[in-house]
Structures are given as C-alpha cells and as structure tokens.
C-alpha cells in the first residue's frame, strides 16, 4: 500500500507570492491533517478536511487555506506570503476523523520564503 | 485545552545506553496516547500507541506505558543505537479533536 504523499518536496518563493501544496492520503483514507512545523514553534496544526469538508481547523490567519477533493486528495494554499512562512508542511491522513486511530505522516513540503 | 509536555533536550547518549523521555499529558476525555519518530529529512512515523489506561506500546525495543494516574507516557528503550538517533514526538487524540503534540525531544546517539 503506498503511503502519504506529498508534491512537491521543495519550494523557494518570494515574499507575497502564493503557493499551493498537494497531498494524496493512503488509499482509503478519508481525513487528512496538515501541520506546519518550524524549529521556534514546533508541530502546529493548521486543519483537518474529512469528506471535502473542513472538520477542524488551528490558529493560523486566513492566508492559510485549504481544500479535499471527492477522491480525499487534499491541497493547501498560502497567499501572501510572508518570511515568517518558510517551514515544513506536513500533511497526515487517517481512516476517519474525530477517532482515536493513528495518522500517517507524509514526508513533508519544505517550503522558503526569500 | 489538551496538552502535552516532553523534555525538549537534546539528549545526548552513548550506544547501549538506557533511554527515557518523559511525557506527560492534559486532556478532558480519554486520550489515546502516541509516539511518533522523525528521521532527518522525513516525515514522522508512527513508533507505538497505547489507548487505554495500563496499555503498553511497544515497538522496535522502545516501549511506553499509560499511566492514567500520573497522566504519564513515558518512553524507554534498554539499549539505544546510533540509528535511533531522531526526533521523538509524544501526542494525544481524544475522540472528536485533533491531534495535540509535544515539542519533540532531539536524541543523539553517538557510537
């Protein structure tokens, strides 16, 4: 079974550029998580979307946004972005949301902001 | 809310060490309780689980039991390799919310 994957590994932006990040969740799976993790501020969730519906959602501003599609692939969008943006985006996908069962962690987007 | 709190290290050990890395968690339900494991470069893994009171989780020698009086979830391993050198990740669900985890804890194993 393949597992989390995430498109692509690596981005460099600039200041007040937008991006968007994909994540295919293991086949089956319906929620998908995603995280931002940076040195200072560690694992920070950003939200959760189950059945193209956003379940649950962390502090972060509305630039943050984020979409499921009918086939649970999942993608996150930033605009405007900011230096204090560059970080690790992790996208986790479990069976269902609101359980107690694991997440499965994809390897990750590093994403720099110049 | 929810929370969990580990010892941030680093921890610094020599090969065959014992290891522990305390974790201690709040929550308002009846959390499941989670190691997860990140090797440089990728993203995490799941190393063990427990989800009730007095489960153990074990896992590649590492083990972690859930100690609901002392709200505590502990992880051990008896003889530490190089290659466990990573960062460790303790975290909680409860039913309904999402996953809340520690800080991670940096470990170095140094031959």
């Known amino acids: 079974k393949a597992g989390v994957t995430q498109t692509p590994r690596y981005l460099i932006k600039t200041r007040g550029q937008q991006v968007t990040l994909s994540c295919s969740p293991i086949s089956g799976h319906r929620s998908v998580s995603w995280y931002q993790q940076t040195p200072g501020q560690g694992l920070q969730f950003l939200f959760e979307?189950?059945?193209?519906?956003?379940?649950n959602k962390g502090n972060f501003p509305g630039r943050f946004s984020g979409r499921q599609f009918s086939n649970s692939r999942s993608e996150m969008n930033v605009s405007t972005l900011e230096l204090g943006d560059s970080a690790l985006y992790l996208c986790?996908?479990?069976?269902?949301?609101?359980?107690?069962?694991?997440?499965?962690f994809g390897p990750g987007t590093r994403l720099t902001v110049l | 809310g929810d929370s969990v709190t580990q010892m941030e290290g680093p921890v610094t050990l020599s090969e065959e060490a014992f290891l522990t890395i305390n974790c201690t968690y709040t929550a308002t339900g009846y959390p499941s309780l989670f190691w997860y494991v990140q090797y440089p470069g990728e993203g995490l893994q799941l190393l063990l689980k427990a989800t009730k009171a007095d489960d153990k989780g074990s896992n590649k020698g590492f083990e972690a039991t859930y100690r609901k009086e002392t709200t505590s979830f502990h992880l051990e391993k008896g003889s530490v390799q190089v290659s466990d050198s990573a960062v460790y990740f303790c975290?909680?669900?409860?039913?309904?919310?999402?996953?809340?985890f520690g800080p991670g804890t940096r470990l170095s194993v140094l031959p």
């Open positions: 975290a909680l669900s409860t039913r309904g919310q999402n996953f809340v």
């Open positions: 986790a996908s479990s069976l269902v949301s609101g359980s107690n069962n694991e997440q499965f």
């Open positions: 979307y189950f059945s193209e519906t956003q379940r």
